[in-house]
């Protein structure tokens, strides 16, 4: 997904995916600052890595519905939510980004009896071959 963002005399050309995270290329809109180089930079912005936890209740048992990045940085406070609410259902439909630490924590979290709802199919062969690798050892 890319979208153009003007800035005075700069337009930003943002990308955004989750193979490349967020790239920016800075391009001058006044062609008078390129008369002696290119002013053409490519930079790189951060937004915060996140992760929204929402808690659903349902008819049977506790839903945590996962949106965003799961990163390491995110794991002591997924596991607190998981020991306060103790759910049946981990909803990943909405999550876009794991690191490999993540996908460890969600393979345990399905070797403790909690069902992964909607994985997507990149973060269901990385758990596979995670546990293949532990089995290996």
């Known amino acids: 997904m890319a979208g153009i963002v003007v800035l005075g005399n700069?337009?930003?050309l943002a990308q955004n995916s989750a193979i490349a995270e967020n790239t920016a290329t800075l391009l001058a809109r006044d062609p008078s600052?390129?008369?002696t180089f290119e002013r053409r930079t490519?930079?790189?912005y951060e937004k915060p890595?996140?992760?929204k936890i929402e808690k659903l209740a349902g008819e049977h048992g506790t839903t945590l519905k996962l949106i965003g990045r799961i990163r390491a940085e995110h794991l002591a406070e997924l596991?607190?939510?998981i020991a306060a609410s103790a759910p049946s259902v981990l909803e990943l439909g909405?999550?876009?980004l794991v690191d490999a630490d993540a996908v460890r924590f969600l393979g345990s979290c399905?070797?403790?009896g909690i069902q992964l709802l909607n994985c997507s199919a990149y973060i269901r062969e990385w758990i596979v071959r995670e546990r293949e690798t532990l089995n290996k050892q």
């Open 42 to 44: 490519l930079c790189v």
């Open 94 to 96: 909405e999550v876009s």
């Open 110 to 112: 399905e070797s403790d």
């Open 10 to 12: 700069h337009a930003i």
């Open 49 to 51: 890595m996140t992760l």
């Open 33 to 35: 600052y390129s008369n």
């Open 79 to 81: 596991r607190g939510q």
